[in-house]
């Protein structure tokens, strides 16, 4: 892969990450603390504990590829309350991570083998895909978990 075409590839995928930042944004805002916290059953996740962990994902992903070294907490995203406020900071923050570390990306961050915390390395691009395709799923649950909130007698 050529630098030209890594660019369009990171150009691609950070839109495709915007547009779930955009969407986790609807889901989150004007919803009350009660909402964001809650969980559908005692092992579930809340909406804040999905939006904090993959926007966690996702940086320590970036960071990965880029071989930059990463701080990230997994156990505490799962802790997590927050406000909405606090999740809209949040995704202002990670948009301003994907500038910065998609626009540093070059062809042999996509193509050469990149380990990330315990797990084999594999190519960078198939980590990036991978992760956005976590982030969709996580999206998801957080769509179906305002449903059941909402559902509840």
């Known amino acids: 892969m050529d630098e030209d075409s890594a660019r369009t590839v990171a150009r691609t995928v950070a839109g495709l990450y915007r547009d779930v930042h ?6 989150v805002r004007d919803l ?9 059953l005692p092992k579930a996740n809340s909406i804040a504990v999905l939006v904090t962990h993959s926007l966690g994902s996702e940086m320590e992903m970036l960071r990965a ?7 990230r907490d997994r156990d505490s995203e799962f ?8 999740l809209l900071a949040l995704l202002d923050q990670a948009d301003r991570n994907l500038d910065e570390h998609i626009n540093a990306l070059t062809a042999a961050d996509l193509t050469e083998m990149r380990p990330r915390g315990d797990r084999p390395p594999r190519p960078g691009i198939e980590w990036l895909v991978s992760n956005y395709g976590h982030a969709r799923e996580h999206l998801a649950q957080i769509e179906l978990t305002k449903q059941i909130y909402d559902s509840r007698d």
């Not at 955009?22 to 889901?27: G, S, V």
């Open 22 to 27: 955009d969407k986790l944004r609807e889901q």
């Open 32 to 40: 009350d603390h009660g909402t964001l916290n809650w969980r559908p």
């Open 65 to 71: 590829l880029r071989q930059v070294s990463s701080d």
């Open 79 to 86: 802790k997590v309350e927050a406000e909405a406020a606090d």
